[in-house]
């Protein structure tokens, strides 16, 4: 790419976990997290929006280039380490306990407890991955980094601070995953608005101290920065894990695990969840494409141009991608928990009941499903393919099954050999520069938007339903109101108010009977 309730950190457990089928939708739990995520960001981009205000002051497009690397370098790590188990995590349990006839009814928490310690155990795979990812991906940029770039002061220390800010982060791992799978939005809320608001702090005076000192300490500031960021997070999820771990009696630390009675060992090393692990272990190929294409626009920029372009387009993409980033990645987010509980894949031997409650949960699914593209479709109307394509690929990756994610990985590999040559093509061929990657960009999405519609209409085909493509844009009414608004715009720069007011008024006549005449038909 994600908190304890509001008065404590331990409320609502026995409805959390008081049953280890797979968990039925919390619309409302849903709704609140989107919300308190799109908060978030708010929050988080308007301080970061303001601290990049204050630091243009003090900084070259070059170092903003160069902080982009080390900022992918960073993500990376993190995508590598975490993104397939997270995933995986929200799309399965994680204990035997929905199939297990030895767990007595009347011993939830011995069941709560069991799940948590199997979530906290999952997490620190992360944490085990993050450590040769970042040393190889480490060793790897500064292999392949350019002599001027490696002279940059304090680079090597940067890209090293950077590399123990990733490991940090990752540290508060098993406490995250054990926050998401209950839907405790809380934490992560007050987690990373923390963080945020001391990585601007301490970027900014870092930068401002190097300024009036006459230092030039290259990009260091935004690894120092990175690292407050890490240390923060890992403190906040730290203590709300901690209390959790408390109440239940589970522990922070890996622990092993005890198959209930009469249940098969479902357990690697007794320790991690082994359907858990496979999904995972095969959606990691998935992972890896996914975030290059993710990121392929920062790969590409940065052997074909230089530095200070790698800067000037850096923060044009910061602009740019605030919509996205502040309203549609958190409704994405929400949207993969949400399809994941109310379609599980998980089988059951009461083949009747299984078929029942999947009919609802697929006409649920597919109701909310129209209801968002929807929304994003009138939302998204400057950014339709960025839009669209990250929230089908929030549905498609809550109902999968492995094979159809092999060959969604397949499909976006081609993508990505098609991205790299329309990039090639505008910024070479014809010398766009950064504008022919945001073209190429363009098509990368829309290739994805489309497979990711064919591969929906399919899924619903399959249950017995169909989603058209009609049922997913905006009725007419408004429709009408849109046009209507572009018609009242352009009429109002065609002609002066206060010198022509008659002919004012009649345009906005002519303009508003047709819309009211329509709205009645309509209705």
Known sequence: MPSPPRQNAINGIGAGFSSLSPPQPARPSVVKGAS?????????????????????????????????????????????????????????????????????KDEPLLVTRRDSQAVVNLGYLAIFLGLFVSTALGWMYLAYANESTLQTSYLVHSLHLYGLAAMVELLSEPCFVLMQRRLQFGTRATAESTATFLRCVVVFLSTVFASKRRLDIGVLPFALGQLTYGVSLLLVYFVSGYGLATSIGFSLLPKTITASAGASPSYVGSYFYRPTMTLASRMMVQSVVKHLLTQGDTFLISILSTPEMQGVYAMANNYGGLLARVLFQPVEESSRNYFSRLLPTTSTTDRDTQDTKESAAVQEAKKSLQTLLRLYTLLSAIAVALALNGLTEAFIASVASETEV????????????????????????????????VLANIINMLCRVIWSCSFIKAYFRRHGTDLSVGSTVPGGIVALSLSTLVVMYWLHGSGDAKSTPVTILVKVAGTAIPFLLAMYVYA
């Open 36 to 104: 308190l995520l799109i908060l978030l960001q708010l929050i988080s981009r308007l301080i970061t929006f303001v601290a990049n205000q204050l630091l243009l002051r003090f900084l070259t497009p070059r170092l903003v280039g160069l902080s982009s690397q080390l900022e992918v370098y960073y993500l990376s790590v993190l995508f590598f380490a975490r993104e397939s188990l997270r995933v995986a995590i929200q799309r399965q349990g994680t204990t035997e306990a929905a199939s297990s006839t030895g767990e007595k």
């Open 406 to 437: 092999q060959q969604q990985s397949v499909w976006m590999g081609a993508f990505s050999v098609a991205f790299a040559a329309a990039a090639f093509v505008f910024m070479r061929v014809f010398p766009l520069g950064a504008q022919g990657l």
